[in-house]
């Protein structure tokens, strides 16, 4: 199965700040990796999907970008709705694997 | 619009069985797999397997082979997972999530979750 590591498990972030989370896979995946945001009691909802996607709806302050073994997801202005759990997923072949997740919390 | 409603919530005991639906709407049934995933509480996504409605075939995350079955009902749009032999690891929040073959709808539907608590 294809692992996929988190970093940070933990942040804590004040609004208004740029927050970068990076997931790498133990082997390439080409951009086969979706972005999900997950608040306390709530269902998972997609952020970006085909690594660089933007899921309509989804405001512009949010990115991903790269590749194969190392991708990243970035809030580019920190929003008080921001503050949740974030998830990678790759599906380049199964079974899909979750990322451990990243909590972020307010400063 | 797209929906996935699952059924309500469960209690049960060490060594029982549970089924949860996940009946879906707003699009064609059997033009998309249907995932599903666990999460147990204060902990992460867990994916458990996948069915395709169109031809009933099923794949399962190993840890659940021989105790998840995976069915669907064509005529009204329902995805069924059996979790048989339960134990209380297996408290958690169960939900389907839709899954097509491209990335862009690859998990861009949920259901809401059931939860199901095991415990004697």
């Known amino acids: 199965d294809i692992q996929m590591t988190q970093s940070p498990s933990a942040m804590s972030a004040s609004v208004g700040d740029r927050v970068t989370i990076t997931c790498r896979a133990s082997?390439?995946?080409?951009?086969?990796l979706a972005w999900f945001q997950q608040k306390p009691g709530k269902v998972p909802k997609r952020l970006i999907y085909?690594?660089?996607s933007l899921q309509s709806g989804v405001p512009s302050r949010f990115s991903g970008s790269g590749s194969e073994t190392e991708f990243t997801l970035t809030i580019s202005s920190l929003q008080p709705e921001d503050f949740a759990t974030y998830y990678c997923?790759?599906?380049?072949?199964?079974?899909?694997?979750f990322g451990q997740g990243t909590k972020v919390e307010i400063k | 619009q797209v929906q996935l409603v699952q059924s309500g919530a469960e209690v049960k005991k060490p060594g029982a069985s549970v089924k949860v639906s996940c009946k879906a709407s707003?699009?064609?049934?059997?033009?998309?797999?249907m995932h599903w995933v666990r999460q147990a509480p204060g902990q992460g996504l867990e994916w458990m397997g996948i069915?395709?409605?169109?031809?009933?075939?099923?794949s399962y995350a190993q840890k659940f082979q021989g105790r998840v079955i995976m069915t669907r009902d064509t005529s009204t749009s329902t995805v069924y997972m059996e979790v048989s032999n339960l134990r209380s690891e297996d408290t958690a929040v169960y939900y389907c999530?839709?899954?097509?073959?491209?990335?862009?709808?690859?998990?861009?539907?949920w259901g809401q979750g059931t939860l199901v608590t095991v415990s004697s």
């Open positions: 999530a839709r899954g097509g073959i491209v990335a862009t709808t690859f998990f861009d539907y």
């Open positions: 707003g699009y064609t049934f059997t033009s998309f797999y």
């Open positions: 069915i395709n409605p169109s031809a009933g075939s099923t």
């Open positions: 082997q390439g995946i080409s951009n086969y």
């Open positions: 085909a690594a660089s």
């Open positions: 997923l790759q599906h380049n072949s199964y079974p899909p694997t």
